[in-house]
Antibody
């Protein structure tokens, strides 16, 4: 069974960079037919997609966050990562990593990490 | 940007009730529409993909319909474990979620 596990700093100071990693187990991040996403959820609010990356390194970011986001993949460690620069209190959220199954007419987040809470505060 | 609008934002229902949640896209998204269920403190779980396909392992009381801009999630007979928040999501262009519909116990 595929499992995803987020890790990283739970507290980040304003204007600094939020960095998270998502370790994938029970399957290979290099498997075809999947992309790997970051999604966040501010406390008590809805879901916001941040972006995805393929094992090849190809990325696609949410246009609203694109100027501050970098995603990368480390196939040797079977994990992918998120950097979000110049954070503010508005970036406080639970951050999820997820796998998106991709095929004709079908794109859906079928496996998710448990989520990690990141607070932006001085 | 494609905006997704769900209605209602919340609803109260009883066990056994038939529940319908709607989702409207700001432009046509064909059938690139998924539905997720989220319980407090947990990650979302996909229920329906491509507008009407039931994800493996999801009970058949869940069904989805629609295409273009208007979509519906129906729970045929509400069960105690179905009290949760439901989100629609488009995958036609980037990825956008609706604001969520909270299903509460009446």
């Amino acid at each position: 069974q595929l499992q995803l596990q987020e890790s990283g700093s739970g507290l980040v100071k304003p204007s600094q960079t939020l960095s998270l990693a998502c370790a994938v187990s029970g399957g290979s991040i290099s498997s075809g037919g999947y992309s790997w996403s970051w999604i966040r959820q501010p406390p008590g609010k809805g879901l916001e997609w941040i972006g995805y990356i393929y094992h090849s390194g190809t990325t696609y970011y949410n246009p609203h966050l694109k100027s501050r986001v970098t995603m990368s993949v480390d196939r040797s460690k079977n994990q992918f990562s998120l950097d979000l620069r110049s954070v503010t209190a508005a970036d406080t959220a639970v951050y999820y990593c997820a796998r998106e199954a991709t095929s004709a007419m079908t794109y859906a987040f079928d496996f998710w990490g448990q989520g990690t809470m990141v607070t932006v505060s001085s | 940007d494609i905006q997704m609008t769900q209605s209602p934002s919340s609803l109260s229902a009883s066990v056994g009730d038939r529940v319908t949640i709607t989702c409207r896209a700001s432009q046509s998204i064909n059938r690139y529409l998924n539905w997720y269920q989220q319980k407090p403190g947990k990650a979302p779980k996909v229920l329906i993909y491509a507008a009407s396909s039931l994800q493996s392992g999801v009970p058949s009381r869940f069904s989805g319909s629609g295409s273009g801009t208007d979509f519906t999630l129906t729970i045929g007979s509400l069960q105690p474990e179905d009290f949760a928040t439901y989100y629609c999501q488009q995958t036609y262009s980037a990825r956008t979620f609706g604001q969520g519909t909270k299903v509460e116990i009446k």
